[in-house]
């Protein structure tokens, strides 16, 4: 081989291993950004789950009217997953889910039928919230109460996968 093929070898195989280089470390990255989002995913709807559960178990409307509140602002769809993904869809489903199932449960508890609005519920059988006003609430109380009972559960989560 001639010092000049030689030469222009050298440099082809030095610029396929920068792109593979730079390749590489794109997808890692956004492997790295996606992970993220599944992890906020899981979190927001074991948070949907947590607040169906407590709604489930309680037989006071204003609680359960609580709870689906607390289901409803806890943020909302774009906050941490991009605006109509397939991961912002799935977690506003397990949402909205969750919601009609408290809506279910409102009927059965106080026998009445206020249709699936879940803001003529709140209205009804809803003490002042945060949907309703500037201050702190018990439906921010609610979410910091839900968020440290999900955050020990996915902390004990993380210790068995170890």
Known sequence: MTPV????WIWTLTALLIAAFLCTGYWFVRWGFLHVQVASGEEQTRM??????????????????GLMEAAI??????????AGSHL??????????TIQDMITHLRATTK??????SQVWIDRYGEK???QSDGPTNVSQTIRSLTNATSSVAGSHRETLK
């Open 88 to 97: 912002d869809r799935m977690v506003e489903r397990s949402r909205q889910r």
């Open 112 to 117: 009445a039928d206020l249709g699936s609005n």
């Open 48 to 65: 949907f789950e947590e607040c169906l559960n407590q709604a489930l178990q309680s037989t006071q409307p204003e609680r359960i009217v």
């Open 73 to 82: 602002i806890y943020y909302p769809s774009g906050t941490k997953q991009t």
């Open 5 to 8: 093929g030689y030469q222009r």
């Open 129 to 131: 919230t945060l949907l």
